[in-house]
């Protein structure tokens, strides 16, 4: 059976170069095609070219250079309209795949006869490995994607069938955040279900530059799929209803609070909470420093314990040695 591999990029050329030697190093899976979608708007675009050129000898490589810049929605919905294979896998141009991703996915479509697998991944931070996320949920996700106990990341985890792709109708080119969450609704919301691969086969290079995220394009992202899937929230408890707003709504806070907008921070954090009575500025003061500080103090703690076992390791074997 043939894969597409659809990499979107923007303008960072040696990051696109390691996720496709991850590819390209991919075991006992033959018949694949890349197509790399280039949405950058600088001069990337021409070691972008470079680099793909690189490859083509070795591998069937397809590079397309958008005349203007679309956002990575459009990018990966252009490639599956282009792919001539039957199954698509996709890959943010600063991950990379491990290099038996491609062949146990495609071995447990077929041994399960289901149109789409997802995989575990590897959280890493410059080079160092954080953590490994290991999922085990299958079947229809609707209710653990609104509740956001279910990490699954279309963008790099996600191998479905080209033909289900494009039933769907793709990722939503007008979303500016959370298209994984739309696209997934939107997936099960059809009747599809999905296999899992707990095994971490995606590596996903992170940062702490959490406040980089645009708070104001996740709260109109947050809204408008809260109002695009009213129908099915509907179907929801009162009170199950009232926990999916919380956790989106507490979300958005989080980001504001990270970019040190303390009104639309606590604005959101009364949306989430309901508070409609006066709190004494201490307590919007705690609420607003353990929203800004959670994220990045755990990230943060977890990256200097990996750094000193590495450290530790180290200086073992060289007193060993």
Same mark, same amino acid.
């Given at each position: ?37 280039? &949405?950058?708007?600088? &001069? ?11 490859? @083509? ?5 397809? +590079?397309? $250079? ?27 141009? &600063? ?30 931070? $410059? ?13 229809? =996700? ?32 007008? =979303?500016?955040?959370? @298209?994984?969450? &739309? ?5 099960? @919301?059809?009747? +599809? ?44 408890? =009162? ?44 307590? +919007? ?10 994220? @990045? ?25």
């Amino acid at each position: 059976m043939s894969i597409s591999i659809i990499i979107p990029t923007f303008s960072r050329p040696k990051l696109l170069k390691k996720a496709l030697e991850s590819v390209v190093k991919s075991k006992d899976v033959k018949d694949f095609e890349i197509i790399v979608i280039d &949405d950058s708007v600088d &001069d990337s675009s021409a070691k972008n070219s470079k680099i793909c050129k690189e490859f @083509q000898p070795n591998c069937d490589i397809r +590079y397309i $250079k958008n005349k203007e810049n679309k956002g990575a929605n459009y990018c990966r919905n252009l490639g599956a309209k282009m792919s001539k294979k039957k199954y698509l896998a996709f890959l943010d141009d &600063d991950d990379e795949f491990e290099s038996c991703k491609l062949h146990y996915q495609l071995n447990t479509i077929q041994r399960e006869n289901v149109v789409a697998v997802y995989c575990g991944v590897s959280l890493v931070f $410059k080079e160092v490995l954080l953590t490994e996320i290991t999922p085990s949920d299958e079947g229809d =996700l609707t209710r653990k994607i609104l509740f956001h106990e279910n990490g699954l990341n279309a963008g790099s985890t996600l191998m479905i069938e080209k033909d289900v792709f494009l039933d769907i109708g793709g990722f939503d080119e007008s =979303l500016p955040r959370m @298209q994984d969450w &739309d696209f997934l609704i939107n997936f099960f @919301q059809k009747g +599809y279900k999905i296999s899992c691969l707990s095994i971490p086969l995606s590596k996903i290079n992170t940062d702490f530059h959490f406040s980089t995220r645009s708070p104001e394009k996740t709260a109109i992202a947050v809204l408008y799929i809260l109002s695009k899937y009213d129908k099915l929230l509907k179907s929801f408890s =009162l009170q199950d209803r009232k926990k999916i707003k919380r956790i989106n709504f507490r979300l958005v806070a989080v980001l504001f609070a990270a970019k040190l907008d303390v009104v639309n921070s606590l604005i959101w954090i009364k949306k989430a909470y309901g508070l409609h009575f006066y709190l004494k500025p201490r307590a +919007y003061y705690i609420l607003f420093s353990a929203l800004n500080n959670r994220y @990045q103090l755990k990230m943060r703690i977890l990256y200097l314990y990996k750094l000193m076992l590495v450290f530790f390791k180290k200086r073992f074997c060289f007193g060993n040695s």
